[in-house]
Nanobody, 124 residues
Framework: QVQLEESGGGWVQAGGSLRLSCTTSRHTFGAYAVGWFRRAPGQEREIVSS????????LYAGSVKGRLTISRDNAKNTVYLQMNSLKPEDTAVYYC?????????????????WGQGTQVTVST
């Protein structure tokens, strides 16, 4: 079992920035590929970004490309999602998830463990 904890969510005006963090107490965090997903009210959970074990391979949803950046620090057991130029449509609960293995893709079924989520609200 891998327990994940997201932090860094909050309220921000459009155009602002937030940095989300996903941490775990597991010292083998580097063995996992990590994804960030989000669920807006009334919508399905969707991929935002994912990153490979090494951090060398990343994936972004088209709607966030160029505005959000995923990174990881395996020594700190932490994955970050830097969110810039936020828009009201980015408002959602953001979840991190992990999968054992080199890389994980866009599907929720690809992931084995999930955090509880952190709320991001972007106002106009």
């Amino acid at each position: 079992q891998v327990q994940l904890e997201e932090s860094g969510g909050g309220w921000v005006q459009a155009g602002g920035s937030l940095r989300l963090s996903c941490t775990t107490s597991r010292h083998t965090f580097g063995a996992y590929a990590v994804g960030w997903f989000r669920r807006a009210p009334g919508q399905e959970r969707e991929i935002v970004s994912s990153i490979s074990q090494s951090g060398r391979t990343t994936l972004y949803a088209g709607s966030v490309k160029g505005r959000l950046t995923i990174s990881r620090d395996n020594a700190k057991n932490t994955v970050y999602l830097q969110m810039n130029s936020l828009k009201p449509e980015d408002t959602a609960v953001y979840y991190c998830a992990v999968r054992g293995g080199t890389f994980a893709g866009r599907k929720t079924d690809d992931y084995d463990y999930w955090g509880q989520g952190t709320q991001v609200t972007v106002s106009t």
